[in-house]
């Protein structure tokens, strides 16, 4: 203890500032929740504190289970999309030329600089029932009717893929930066066609960046609720929008906390796997044959 | 084995053209292109290796022609001036990428990869990362890796340049003994002049994008083409005067220093020639000695003693001579000192007679 608050004593400034930083807002809010999700909901709407395990009962019965399972499923998939589109995008700005790439770069935060809801209610006026992309494709007379695009899945994925995009491309971008383009030439050098170079020598370089990129987007795509509230429309269920249903339409705070503590937790674990997973590969390898 | 040519191959990018080049190397060979930075010693290198398009003429490896050929086509391997190996594969997967792109069994690439890491002494490295190695154990990996598969012609970029100068001369020679062992064509690229001359049985002067001269090292050193190639593999001392002949078959140099004997050999020369020394072939003595025909008197400026030999600096009446003497000879003399009054000569046969380049 006494080793513990010397050290303390020995940190620099900038740690300090960290770990208040981290206590305050990160680790103490996430306790209170936790302990939260094992009170009991009382008549009134308010709290009390008796220990219950009926939250997470509640949390992993099927109707739960789905919602999960959709959001997973949906951030999932738009994490992919994102890795698709962002790698390119990454790759074009890895190699190009200081000031390109600096233009390039900002030219894909510029949206950002406008109000989110704002610009989820841009995606309303693009793909809606009366949107720009709707008019045009009846004026053109493609349809007759009006692609259902918004209050979607379709809606969601859309939203989130938008949203979240820049946020995969800038890690994978600074890890193609750090590729050493004479390793592809070594490789082709070697036998490799271009798909092999791909795959076996960029890829396996750059994936730190991509994994780091679609942690990014993917976790807090899970806890998304404004995107799934707009676009999704009043039948599309996302894990979000029900727990904040819990917190402010339901009054079980309880409740809505054991939600939030399940993915917090399973994310955490997620991703402390993966970790674990990288320190293995990183120790002495074996090459697999001895 | 394949003999590999370069007919008429031509490049040009931005400012830099690469002349057309012919040149004829010959299987099992150890040939060196060797020039300053920007000759276009390397650009003939990536034209080989396929990373770059010729803009005229062709390469062909045996009866075929493959200057279209993708790199990954080409029997041509590379070892990248900076080795170039995949930092995210153990050394052992480094030197078997190739075999593995083959597809081939197991065992056989055990085989192969434990063959080629014995022959260039990294058999203990197998297990370990990139990052673990050092520069020298780095360079045996690229080039295991790169012979693995037993390429018809194995291209080197400055292999040596990343090493320290102290491990340069032996990592040349354990590289020599390799080369020699594995049968390969071997293509250097290098601004050494001492690297080219140690290792190769041929090589190309280059310089601004023109081949200025192939020849065995000792044809080039010995007998150079012309005065860049003269001054680039080696030290010279250079003498301008006119070129006469004063009986048939005894032609003379006279310049402001005296009138000199020389060996006109069968080439045709302007009155206006530069006879060049290298230091090595000129002796110094204490006396004027009559029987010497070729004297130039002088004072020591300067000397170096390097253990084998001794580098003097001689100041004549308008010139200024390096003079390197071996230490044996040195020993059978009186100790020279600065400021000593002493007499340089030379053979009539060691003078190399070109024309006179451009005043620099």
């Known amino acids: 203890m006494k080793k513990l608050v010397l050290r303390l004593r020995d940190w620099p400034p900038s740690a300090w500032i960290f770990f208040a930083w981290l206590v305050s807002l990160s680790v103490l809010p996430f306790l209170i929740i936790l302990a939260m999700s094992f009170a009991v909901r009382s008549e009134s709407g308010l709290i009390s504190w008796t220990f219950t395990l009926a939250n997470y009962e509640r949390a992993f019965h099927l109707v739960y289970l789905k919602v999960l399972a959709k959001t997973i499923f949906l951030s999932l998939g738009a994490t992919i999309t994102c890795l698709l589109v962002g790698?390119?995008?990454?790759?074009?700005?890895?190699?190009?030329?200081?000031?390109?790439?600096?233009?390039?770069?900002?030219?894909?935060?510029?949206?950002?600089?406008?109000?989110?809801?704002?610009?989820?209610?841009?995606?309303?006026?693009?793909?809606?029932?009366?949107?720009?992309?709707?008019?045009?494709?009846?004026?053109?007379?493609?349809?007759?009717?009006?692609?259902?695009?918004?209050?979607?899945?379709?809606?969601?994925?859309?939203?989130?893929?938008?949203?979240?995009?820049?946020?995969i491309v800038v890690p994978i971008f600074s890890a193609l930066e750090k590729f050493d383009l004479s390793l592809r030439e070594a490789a082709m050098d070697l036998g490799a066609n271009r798909w092999q170079t791909f795959t076996r020598v960029l890829l396996p370089n750059v994936r730190e960046g991509i994994a780091?990129?679609?942690?990014?987007?993917?976790?807090?795509?899970?806890?998304?609720?404004?995107?799934?509230?707009?676009?999704?429309?009043?039948?599309?269920?996302?894990?979000?929008?029900?727990?904040?249903?819990?917190?402010?339409?339901?009054?079980?705070?309880?409740?809505?906390?054991?939600?939030?503590?399940?993915?917090?937790?399973?994310?955490?674990?997620?991703?402390?796997?993966?970790?674990?997973?990288?320190?293995?590969?990183?120790?002495?390898?074996?090459?697999?044959?001895? | 084995m394949y003999e590999l040519?370069?007919?008429?191959?031509?490049?040009?990018?931005?400012?830099?053209?690469?002349?057309?080049?012919?040149?004829?190397?010959?299987?099992?060979?150890?040939?060196?292109?060797?020039?300053?930075?920007?000759?276009g010693k390397t650009t003939v290198l990536r034209l080989l290796g396929g990373f770059e398009q010729p803009t005229g003429g062709r390469i062909m490896l045996g009866d075929r022609d493959i200057t279209r050929l993708q790199p990954h086509k080409r029997n041509i391997h590379t070892v990248f001036q900076r080795y170039a190996l995949f930092p995210h594969l153990s050394v052992f997967e480094n030197v078997a990428?190739?075999?593995?792109?083959?597809?081939?069994?197991?065992?056989?690439?055990?085989?192969?990869?434990?063959?080629?890491?014995?022959?260039?002494?990294?058999?203990?490295?197998?297990?370990?990362?990139?990052?673990?190695?050092?520069?020298?154990?780095?360079?045996?990996?690229?080039?295991?890796?790169?012979?693995?598969?037993?390429?018809?012609?194995l291209l080197l970029d400055e292999p040596f340049s990343a090493l320290d100068p102290s491990l340069r001369v032996r990592v040349r020679e354990e590289m020599r003994t390799i080369c020699k062992k594995v049968g390969a064509t071997f293509i250097l690229v290098t601004h050494d002049q001492e690297e080219a001359l140690q290792l190769s049985d041929r090589l190309a002067v280059m310089k601004d994008g023109r081949c200025l001269q192939v020849g065995t090292p000792k044809a080039i050193y010995e007998d150079p083409s012309d005065a860049f190639v003269a001054s680039f593999i080696?030290?010279?001392?250079?003498?301008?005067?006119?070129?006469?002949?004063?009986?048939?078959?005894?032609?003379?140099?006279?310049?402001?220093?005296?009138?000199?004997?020389?060996?006109?050999?069968?080439?045709?020369?302007?009155?206006?020639v530069s006879m060049l020394l290298r230091p090595e072939k000129m002796r110094l003595l204490r006396q004027r000695s009559n029987t010497q025909e070729n004297l130039l008197e002088g004072e020591i400026q300067d000397l170096t003693y390097l253990g084998s030999r001794t580098e003097y600096t001689i100041k004549t009446h308008d010139n200024v001579f390096k003079v390197s003497e071996a230490e044996l000879e040195r020993q059978k003399k009186r100790l020279l000192n600065r400021r000593d009054r002493v007499f340089l000569t030379w053979k009539t046969e060691d003078a190399i007679l070109l024309p006179q380049s451009a005043p620099k």
């Not at chain 1, 904040?244 to 674990?269: K, N, R, Y």
Request: charged share 20%; proline share 5%; hydrophobic share 45%.
């Open chain 1, 87 to 167: 790698f390119p995008v990454a790759y074009y700005l890895a190699r190009a030329t200081p000031e390109k790439r600096q233009m390039g770069l900002m030219l894909l935060f510029i949206p950002f600089w406008t109000n989110f809801i704002l610009r989820i209610y841009g995606i309303v006026s693009i793909f809606g029932n009366h949107g720009l992309l709707n008019q045009t494709i009846m004026r053109l007379g493609l349809t007759d009717a009006p692609l259902e695009i918004l209050y979607t899945r379709f809606g969601i994925y859309l939203g989130l893929v938008y949203n979240y995009l820049p946020f």
């Open chain 2, 5 to 39: 040519r370069c007919e008429s191959l031509e490049k040009s990018f931005g400012s830099f053209a690469l002349q057309p080049l012919d040149l004829a190397i010959q299987p099992g060979e150890f040939f060196s292109l060797l020039g300053p930075s920007g000759c």
């Open chain 2, 97 to 153: 990428f190739s075999l593995r792109l083959k597809g081939l069994a197991k065992a056989e690439i055990q085989l192969r990869v434990d063959e080629i890491m014995s022959l260039t002494e990294i058999g203990t490295l197998a297990d370990r990362r990139i990052h673990q190695l050092s520069g020298g154990q780095s360079q045996r990996v690229a080039l295991a890796r790169a012979l693995v598969d037993q390429p018809a012609v």
């Open chain 2, 234 to 272: 080696g030290p010279v001392n250079e003498i301008r005067g006119e070129l006469a002949e004063t009986q048939p078959g005894e032609w003379t140099v006279s310049s402001a220093m005296g009138t000199f004997k020389v060996r006109k050999n069968g080439i045709a020369l302007p009155r206006d």
């Open chain 1, 212 to 290: 780091i990129g679609s942690l990014f987007v993917f976790i807090p795509m899970m806890g998304e609720y404004v995107i799934p509230d707009i676009l999704g429309g009043a039948k599309e269920v996302f894990l979000g929008r029900v727990m904040v249903e819990q917190f402010f339409t339901m009054q079980d705070w309880p409740f809505g906390s054991a939600l939030a503590s399940v993915l917090s937790m399973g994310l955490m674990i997620a991703v402390w796997v993966r970790m674990r997973f990288e320190q293995r590969k990183a120790g002495p390898t074996s090459h697999g044959l001895r």
